[in-house]
T-cell receptor, first 113, second 116 residues
Framework: DAKTTQPPSMDCAEGRAANLPCNHSTISGNEYVYWYRQIHSQGPQYIIHGLKNNETNEMASLIITEDRKSSTLILPHATLRDTAVYYCIVRAFNAGNNRKLIWGLGTSLAVNP | GAGVSQTPSNKVTEKGKYVELRCDPISGHTALYWYRQSLGQGPEFLIYFQGTGAADDSGLPNDRFFAVRPEGSVSTLKIQRTERGDSAVYLC??????????????FGPGTRLTVL
């Protein structure tokens, strides 16, 4: 079973920041938080990952709480092309052969004009 | 550079037939993964290759499913005696790292399999 919980759906106005929450209260010390998204009829796309520090790249920012039990993915200026299902996944680093990603149902983000 | 490619993009077959799905990973990526995704669900892990060998095949649902990667690059997922319940999008991903730490998986567009 997935080790994360996410709201099933969210809406955001175009040009505004989209803040997508994820709860991972049972996360272990050796587990990273990954975010992927899947635009309709496409394969999943990697967005960002982090361990305990906040991370930022050209796509998004990832804010992880100090206790690491939850995180928020921030799309700073959402566009219509950001409409997708967003998945939050935890997976151990130094995982040996246990490298599979375990996916939940994600959050369906609708960016509205 | 080129991403992960999968062929065919769509495959329609009849119940009981044999199908092969192909995945071309990103050049130089040593790890390759297969997942399948049913409508409205997240992807479900099937098998992971490190080089030519299957390092984790715990997700294969039964012995009708088999995958190979003979030269450590292209992989083929083979499904025998297909059933209607096998209908799904089959996703392939590859990653560059060979051991430990974070190895981001990059996905192809998927093959949509429909079993009539």
């Amino acid at each position: 079973d997935a080790k994360t919980t996410q709201p099933p759906s969210m809406d955001c106005a175009e040009g505004r920041a989209a803040n997508l929450p994820c709860n991972h209260s049972t996360i272990s010390g050796n587990e990273y938080v990954y975010w992927y998204r899947q635009i309709h009829s496409q394969g999943p796309q990697y967005i960002i990952h982090g361990l305990k520090n906040n991370e930022t790249n050209e796509m998004a920012s990832l804010i992880i709480t100090e206790d690491r039990k939850s995180s928020t993915l921030i799309l700073p200026h959402a566009t219509l092309r950001d409409t997708a299902v967003y998945y939050c996944i935890v997976r151990a680093f130094n995982a040996g052969n246990n490298r599979k990603l375990i996916w939940g149902l994600g959050t369906s983000l609708a960016v509205n004009p | 550079g080129a991403g992960v490619s999968q062929t065919p993009s769509n495959k329609v077959t009849e119940k009981g037939k044999y199908v092969e799905l192909r995945c071309d990973p990103i050049s130089g990526h040593t790890a390759l993964y297969w997942y399948r995704q049913s409508l409205g669900q997240g992807p479900e892990f099937l098998i992971y290759f490190q080089g030519t060998g299957a390092a984790d095949d715990s997700g294969l649902p039964n012995d009708r499913f088999f995958a190979v990667r003979p030269e450590g690059s292209v992989s083929t997922l083979k499904i025998q005696r297909t059933e209607r319940g096998d209908s799904a999008v089959y996703l392939c991903a590859s990653s560059p790292r060979t051991s430990g730490y974070t190895d981001t998986q990059y996905f192809g567009p998927g093959t949509r399999l429909t079993v009539l």
